[in-house]
């Protein structure tokens, strides 16, 4: 029997698009990404650049809003790369990238 993708979450998706930019081995350097989907324990995004499975970054919400049911209620998260795959589509990014937080958050 196979197993889904879906089927091996702890936490569910909610597919959400906003623009975050990300730091990648503590440079200060920030680079543009979108935001595909969230949950309490990670999220998907689309960057540029691919980022090596294992690797911290750090995630700040370019629309950060205290008063946000969403995402943008955080003014960022500290995250892990689990996975990072190259897509093929037009007015796309380049890269899909799957982070887990190191700590869950609370949906509003």
């Given at each position: 029997?196979?197993?889904?993708?879906?089927?091996?979450?702890?936490?569910?998706?909610?597919?959400?698009?906003?623009?975050?930019?990300?730091?990648?081995?503590?440079?200060?350097?920030?680079?543009?990404?979108?935001?595909?989907?969230?949950?309490?324990?990670?999220?998907?995004?689309?960057?540029?650049?691919?980022?090596?499975?294992?690797?911290?970054?750090?995630?700040?919400?370019?629309?950060?809003?205290?008063l946000s049911s969403g995402?943008?209620?955080?003014?960022?998260?500290?995250?892990?790369?689990?996975?990072c795959i190259e897509i093929?589509?037009?007015?796309?990014?380049?890269?899909?990238?799957?982070?887990?937080?190191?700590?869950?958050?609370?949906?509003?």
């Amino acid at each position: 029997m196979e197993v889904s993708v879906n089927d091996k979450r702890v936490y569910k998706r909610y597919e959400y698009h906003a623009p975050i930019v990300y730091e990648y081995g503590n440079t200060n350097s920030y680079y543009d990404a979108i935001m595909c989907n969230h949950s309490m324990g990670g999220m998907c995004f689309e960057s540029n650049y691919a980022l090596p499975k294992g690797v911290e970054i750090h995630i700040k919400m370019k629309n950060f809003s205290p008063l946000s049911s969403g995402p943008e209620s955080r003014a960022g998260y500290h995250a892990e790369v689990r996975w990072c795959i190259e897509i093929e589509e037009e007015d796309s990014h380049n890269y899909k990238i799957g982070v887990n937080y190191f700590e869950p958050v609370l949906l509003s």
